[in-house]
């Protein structure tokens, strides 16, 4: 298994001979940034690191259930041209690395751990470095932040739950936090795995709204379910178990967040209603953005929309 391999996206940069080309050369850069870096003795972590030739700053990109650091590789590639663009797989996704419980609870405090360490292991500056975390990449960077107000220049998040206000989840998510339910659901998500991966991303967006993903995207989601005798699943639902008890502390203690936070949701998110981005938006006095016509999964959706995002955060 290689470690901590990277490359330098200046191809991706330099002026193309035509956009074929930029495309090809941007997908080959994200590819062969793709390595393993260890964050101790129980866990390695699947990254991509895309490298600019005169970075103006860092982007950390955090994805979501039941995603892999690929979603993240065109807008990573596009980024580059002007950032270094990091991402990666959370414990129990994607190729990244999957204890048993008793070494490793994946709650949410301990993905904050994850996150800080893959931060001072990849060496990055924290004072040029804006976080996009998204759905269960986003708890995780606020509680960093609670304690380390100085994690990231800005944070940008959506499109997860804060805050415990099960009336605004979706009803199997509501079901995750706790039994007798709990149980059950997650045997149910895991039985219905493929209808999850195909269709997802697709839930509540009308006909002409809905998208297909991109097809390495797709394999790659579906290869990564399962590994080391645990599902993505599974490890939502441990998350899930522990999920209550963070969302309590980091409402008790948003006076603590001094991070700069930018909050965006997608309008029609059926697995997160925007109604709790704008309570918490308008706990923590953050600017949110409500995404006309944008489900859950704004990046996927429209990605251009969350490069702008991002460079906003530089200006």
Do not use: C
Request: hydrophobic residues 40%.
């Amino acid at each position: 298994m290689s470690k901590d391999k990277t490359v330098n996206a200046a191809s991706a940069a330099a002026t193309p001979a035509s956009h074929s080309s930029e495309a090809f050369a941007s997908t080959q850069a994200a590819q062969d940034a793709v390595g393993f870096i260890e964050i101790d003795e129980v866990l390695t972590l699947r990254r991509m690191a895309v490298r600019a030739r005169a970075p103006k700053g860092t982007v950390l990109l955090l994805h979501g259930f039941p995603e892999t650091l690929t979603v993240w590789k065109n807008i990573a590639t596009t980024l580059a041209r002007d950032y270094d663009v990091h991402a990666f797989d959370w414990p129990g996704y994607g190729q990244s690395s999957r204890p048993a419980l008793e070494r490793f609870s994946y709650a949410p405090k301990e993905y904050a751990q994850v996150l800080k360490a893959y931060i001072e292991r990849a060496a990055i500056d924290r004072s040029t470095l804006v976080i996009y975390a998204t759905d269960i990449g986003a708890l995780p960077v606020l509680l960093l932040a609670l304690d380390e107000p100085s994690i990231a220049r800005q944070i940008i998040v959506g499109d997860f739950a804060p805050f415990d206000r099960p009336h605004y989840m979706w009803e199997n998510l509501q079901n995750l936090k706790g039994e007798p339910t709990a149980s059950p659901t997650r045997a149910y998500m895991n039985k219905t795995s493929d209808e999850i991966l195909q269709n997802v991303h697709r839930r509540g967006l009308s006909p002409a709204e809905q998208f297909d993903l991109p097809a390495d995207v797709q394999q790659d989601m579906t290869r990564s379910w399962s590994l080391d005798g645990m599902t993505s699943a599974d490890a939502f639902a441990h998350y899930y178990a522990n999920f209550t008890g963070d969302q309590h502390y980091l409402e008790a203690n948003l006076s603590r967040l001094k991070t700069p936070v930018k909050v965006i949701w997608g309008e029609k998110d059926i697995y997160i209603a925007r109604e709790m981005g704008i309570e918490f938006a308008g706990k923590i006095g953050a600017r949110v953005d409500i995404l006309s016509g944008i489900g859950h999964f704004p990046h996927l959706q429209n990605p251009e929309q969350t490069v702008e995002e991002i460079r906003a955060s530089f200006r």
